[in-house]
């Protein structure tokens, strides 16, 4: 290994953007209208393109005969490193809504820093995404503020997902060992940092939204060391399929 | 247009990559579409840098086949190089290219200002690739592809794409 500190910060950042990815791709052909079902499928397919690039990135880190492929579907669920909050079920729309906007918040917020890193491969990855996170925060930030702002129904359906998803919100800004040598030496972000701004931010979103911002200061963790919540055993169960069922398959 | 001083394309190898279009849209080629970054032929091999227009654009594996097959079929070898910097964005597609695309039933991407205000505000300035009309208005926007938003117009009805800009 070249740079094992280097390969756990990316997974760090790759395996939300897969999970993420993972979680709304079971949504496909599921969506409340052919529009929704559309746009979900490409933040999906986004997020799995943003993940293909750091994991490409990251099997060069590792050695010369290792993938893209073996870093998505070979690893053992103690080493994905994604937070809590993008493994949680899609239990209705209104929650996969909610869910989505709490992490594209931070997620946009951490690519517009990640742009500004000394390692050119991040800064390349980072500054794409801007641009594809920038309409999934739109998009999400959209649905709430409709659903909030909506009928009795709607309102209290994202009221409720915003209240039970808001205990994964700090895990966001929790950082690893990996991600604080990183964030030293220039080539990670500090994200602790960003922990005011981004409350700040979904506050105002759900203020618009006239729902309550969630008051309680019970936070829950362990998606970023490996301890995942027991969504994750399903979501890579699915995932891995293939690949566990016949090794070294392709296409 | 700084299309050509953005990329390093030989002039000998530009009819080849002509013959390689976009599989979501066929009409565009990949020199229309402004994907190919740098052509250089060193000993009968071809070295390609393509740039995706999205991080998970799946056309780019297609794009990357159908060029080495291109060339093979040109009777050279090429190696295709995938990067990611400097972000493409749609000021690189062609003028013809708009126009190509804008034949085809795609709305060729509006700069910048008028982009958002399309996408999020209800600026009626988004022309119907049918009619004309810039009486639409937006259905959705993530559309068929992650390049594109869905559209509407208001005059003849009919449903179109708009190609997103992207800066």
Redesign the interface.
């Known amino acids: 290994m070249k740079n094992e500190t280097l390969y756990q910060y990316i997974l760090c950042i790759a395996d939300n953007s897969l999970i993420l990815g993972q979680r709304l791709g079971e949504l496909c052909g599921h969506g409340p209208s052919l ?2 079902d ?2 979900i499928t ?2 999906a ?6 993940t ?2 750091y994991y490409q990135y990251a099997a060069r880190l590792i050695d010369e005969e290792k993938t893209e492929d073996d870093i998505a579907f070979l690893r053992l669920e103690r080493e994905y490193k994604n937070v809590l909050l993008v493994e949680q079920p899609n239990t209705h729309f209104g929650y996969v809504m909610a869910r989505q906007f709490l992490f594209d918040v931070y997620h946009l917020m951490f690519l517009e820093k990640l742009q500004y890193s000394k390692d ?2 991040l ?3 980072a ?3 801007i ?2 996170v920038s ?1 999934h925060k ?2 999400s930030s959209d649905w709430v503020k409709r659903l909030g702002d909506g009928t009795e129904e709607s309102r209290q359906k994202m009221q409720e997902a915003v209240d039970d998803l808001w205990r994964f919100t700090n895990e966001l800004f929790l950082m690893t060992d990996a991600e604080k040598t990183m964030a030293a030496n220039g080539i990670g972000v500090d994200i602790a940092q960003l922990k005011e701004e981004y409350y700040k931010e979904v506050s105002d979103v759900l203020k618009e939204a006239t729902l309550t911002v969630p008051e309680n200061t019970y936070f829950t963790k362990g998606g970023k060391e490996g301890i995942h919540t027991e969504h994750m055993g399903y979501i890579l169960s699915e995932l891995q399929y293939m690949q566990r069922t016949y090794p070294n398959m392709t296409w | 247009m700084t299309l050509v001083a953005q990329t390093n394309i030989e002039d000998h190898l530009r009819p080849i990559l002509d013959k390689v279009s976009d599989p979501e849209i066929p009409v565009l080629t990949v020199l229309d579409l402004g994907v190919i970054r740098e052509a250089i032929e060193k000993k009968g091999t071809v070295y390609i840098k393509l740039t995706p227009t999205y991080s998970g654009c799946p056309a780019m594996d297609v794009i990357g086949d159908d060029l080495k097959a291109a060339f093979a079929e040109a009777g050279m070898n090429a190696k295709v190089e995938l990067v990611l910097a400097p972000a493409w964005t749609t000021d690189w597609i062609s003028e013809q290219g708009k126009r190509k695309m804008e034949a085809y039933g795609i709305a060729a991407p509006l700069e910048e200002t008028a982009d958002k205000e399309a996408l999020l505000g209800d600026a009626k300035v988004v022309k119907c690739t049918n009619c004309g009309s810039t009486n639409t208005h937006l259905v959705s926007q993530f559309g068929s592809t992650a390049c594109k938003a869905l559209f509407k117009c208001d005059e003849c009805l009919e449903p179109f794409d708009y190609f997103k800009c992207l800066k």
């Open positions: 529009e929704t559309i746009a490409n933040i397919l986004d997020l799995i393109g943003q293909r690039s050119d491969q800064v390349a990855v500054k794409k995404g641009k594809e309409y739109r998009f």
